[in-house]
Every structure is written in structure tokens, then in C-alpha cells.
């Protein structure tokens, strides 16, 4: 299944959250939300602003950015590009 975000959204998946810290062992109930994500899809953008956010970015958003969404047993993110903080250039 394929998903085209419309108007200035994004679609992201989020890094994996960190299972260790320095050998030991984080349980699930105690991992923080991961903060960092890859844009999967992009929407065109609109008239007042321009898409500049592309397919493969990896980026930071804010921790409650996004509707959360499952789609083939894969989380994703779906948020306004204005939710984006920055863009990860490694």
C-alpha cells in the first residue's frame, strides 16, 4: 500500500528506540520516544509554502508531533512539515 501525504504533511518513521544504555537493558515500559525519524513520503506542499522536506531525510521533531498511524505492522508518523524541527545532515 502506498501513502501520499497531501498539502504540507510527512510521513515518518521513527529511529528505534535505544534497548541499551551503557549494558543495561531498558524494559519497553521505560523507552522514551524516539525524536528522530525518516521522511518516507512527502505531500506537494501549498501555495504559501513551498515542500522543502524530501524522500529519505532523516529528521528531529518534537516528542507529541504527529498522529500515529500502523500501516502492514510498520509505526508511522504522520506530521505538518512546520512539526519538523530539523533536518540531520551526516
Do not use: C, F, H, W
Request: hydrophobic share 40%.
Amino acid at each position: 500500500m502506498k501513502i501520499k501525504p497531501l498539502a504540507d504533511r510527512v510521513l515518518v518513521q521513527p529511529a528505534p528506540a535505544e534497548e541499551k544504555i551503557g549494558g543495561i537493558i531498558i524494559p519497553d515500559n521505560a523507552k522514551e520516544k524516539p525524536l528522530r525519524g525518516i521522511i518516507m513520503a512527502t505531500g506537494n506542499g501549498t501555495k504559501d509554502e513551498e515542500m522543502i522536506l524530501k524522500e529519505g531525510d532523516t529528521v528531529l521533531y518534537g516528542k507529541y508531533s504527529g498522529t500515529e498511524l500502523e500501516l502492514d505492522g510498520v509505526k508511522y508518523l504522520m506530521m505538518r512539515q512546520s512539526d519538523v524541527l530539523a533536518i540531520v545532515k551526516e
